[in-house]
């Protein structure tokens, strides 16, 4: 039990800063609102759990044995973040609203996760930190999970809440303009250590 409150705190402190899943569930919320947002938001919830279990179950191994295979799919995620950050900076709010464009579904919020730097960091540490030689893994693997999918939905709904109350203050296109280039500069940021981790890799 101690460590499953020690799992629940490190889910939490790692789930509820800033990254990209909460940059864009929150760009989500300002510009499509709560209920076309979901989608997106159930997306995350599930997804990366079921990243940490695969991952704890030995999907890592993979990696450890073709880590370029991780590097060559860090970087592929690297370049779809900068597209993203692209598209968020740019979207017209009047084009938005007019319903021209849409959030991530279910499925595609699933999959950003096997490219979010971010998801890998926080998986595979509470991975390597929270399982034990004198434990049975699976069951602590399964803790971890757990742990993960009961603070993802209050943690990344809340990012999700104050991105929808932000869609009512931000009337103006010109400030719902400036959100925009703020998250898009956000996302970017949150790749920094990403990047730097590939550039000591390869160079």
Same mark, same amino acid.
């Given at each position: 039990?101690?460590?499953?409150?020690?799992?629940?705190?490190f889910?939490f402190?790692?789930?509820?800063?800033?990254?990209?899943?909460?940059?864009?569930?929150?760009s989500?919320?300002?510009?499509? &609102?709560?209920k076309?947002?979901?989608s997106?938001?159930?997306?995350?919830?599930?997804?990366?759990?079921?990243?940490?279990?695969l991952i &704890?179950?030995?999907?890592g191994i993979?990696?450890?044995?073709?880590?370029?295979l991780?590097?060559?799919?860090k970087?592929? &995620?690297i370049?779809?973040?900068v597209?993203?950050?692209?598209?968020?900076?740019?979207?017209?709010?009047?084009r938005?609203?007019?319903?021209h464009?849409?959030?991530?579904?279910?499925?595609?919020a699933?999959?950003?996760?096997?490219?979010?730097?971010?998801?890998?960091v926080?998986?595979s540490g509470?991975?390597a930190?929270f399982?034990t030689?004198?434990g049975?893994?699976?069951?602590?693997v @399964?803790i971890?999970?757990?742990?993960?999918?009961?603070?993802?939905?209050p943690?990344?709904? @809340?990012w999700?809440?104050?991105?929808?109350?932000?869609r009512?203050?931000l009337t103006?296109?010109l400030?719902?303009?400036?959100?925009?280039?703020?998250?898009?500069?956000?996302? =970017?940021?949150?790749?920094v250590?990403?990047? =730097?981790?590939?550039?000591?890799y390869y160079f």
């Open positions: 039990m101690e460590i499953f409150f020690a799992v629940i705190f889910a402190s790692t789930t509820i800063t800033p990254g990209p899943n909460n940059v864009m569930i929150m989500s919320g300002v510009n499509y &609102g709560i076309a947002s979901i997106h938001w159930l997306g995350i919830c599930l997804g990366f759990p079921f990243m940490v279990l &704890g179950l030995g999907f993979v990696f450890e044995q073709y880590p370029n991780h590097q060559i799919i970087l592929l &995620g370049i779809y973040l597209w993203l950050a692209w598209h968020i900076a740019s979207a017209e709010p009047k938005i609203e007019q319903g464009s849409k959030p991530l579904n279910f499925y595609q699933v999959l950003f996760q096997w490219i979010n730097g971010k998801a890998w926080m998986a509470a991975i930190a399982t030689l004198q049975v893994y699976w069951q602590e @399964l971890i999970t757990l742990a993960f999918l009961i603070v993802a939905f943690c990344i709904g @809340l999700l809440i104050c991105g929808a109350l932000l009512k203050v103006k296109p400030f719902q303009r400036v959100f925009n280039i703020s998250m898009a500069v956000i996302l =970017l940021l949150s790749m250590p990403v990047m =730097l981790e590939l550039w000591h």
